[in-house]
């Protein structure tokens, strides 16, 4: 079964629209961490906001927060009025503490945003 | 600061003929180390994972393999690359507390012929 989900292979926005990304999880731990990373076209992977499963606030960052609802297992990112540096793909990620003691990571497939001027 | 460095940027190289990617991260000691593949449009494929010098473990059973002969390098290699190893191979680190995020490399594009 699938950890992360992420339903949405792209998505389009207005340019200083907000925009949600949504990312449903799969894990029957306890403690877990949930993370969203951001690639542009670079290549490169960049980190952008973590929140751990005990988190009673939904994590911020800047424009960029995580519409945490532990019940349904989801972990939306929003970002707020967009910019044209915005347009990336975007991966969701979980982390289990009891898994080995690497604890990896496992990612969804990503969204592509494409943010429209 | 922390920095991870990941060479070559790109690779072509043929069927057949023997690989070798280096990641090496500095400002850190004893990191978790991670070796990932992406191929084109896709989500990110952990292939190889280190604990510690010359502790690594597979994740997914294929024609690669990995090493750390140093604490902070980490090297991905193969003997006879196929058409399927073509990819976007990342590597990352983290810390060893579990809900650190993992850092990732600039990445190496690896065609092969």
């Known amino acids: 079964a699938q950890k992360i989900t992420q339903t949405q292979p792209g998505m389009f926005v207005q340019e200083k629209e907000a925009v949600t990304l949504d990312c449903t999880y799969d894990?029957?731990?306890?403690?877990?961490?949930l993370f969203w990373y951001k690639q542009p076209s670079s290549g490169e992977m960049i980190f952008l906001i973590y929140?751990?499963?005990?988190?009673?606030q939904n994590a911020t960052e800047g424009r960029y927060s995580l519409n945490f609802q532990k019940a349904r297992k989801s972990a939306n990112l929003v970002i707020s009025a967009s910019q044209l540096g915005d347009s990336a793909m975007y991966f969701c990620?979980?982390?289990?503490?009891?898994?080995?003691?690497?604890?990896?990571?496992?990612f969804g497939t990503g969204t592509r945003l494409t943010v429209i001027p | 600061s922390q920095t991870i460095h990941q060479w070559p940027a790109t690779l072509v190289q043929p069927v057949g003929s023997p690989l070798s990617l280096e990641c090496t991260v500095e400002?850190?000691?004893?990191?978790?180390l991670y070796w990932y593949r992406q191929a084109a449009g896709r989500g990110l494929q952990l292939l190889f994972y280190?604990?510690?010098?010359?502790?690594i473990s597979s994740e997914v059973p294929q024609n690669l393999s990995a090493s750390r002969p140093q604490d902070r390098q980490f090297i991905l290699s193969s003997k006879k690359l196929l058409l399927s190893d073509s990819g976007f191979y990342l590597c990352?680190?983290?810390?060893?507390?579990?809900?650190?995020?993992?850092?990732f490399g600039p990445g190496t594009r690896l065609t092969v012929l």
């Open positions: 929140q751990g499963s005990y988190d009673e």
């Open positions: 280190s604990v510690g010098i010359g502790q």
């Open positions: 894990t029957s731990d306890q403690s877990y961490g």
């Open positions: 990352a680190w983290r810390d060893q507390a579990w809900n650190n995020e993992q850092f």
């Open positions: 400002g850190t000691s004893n990191p978790n």
């Open positions: 990620a979980m982390r289990e503490k009891g898994q080995t003691g690497a604890n990896n990571l496992f």
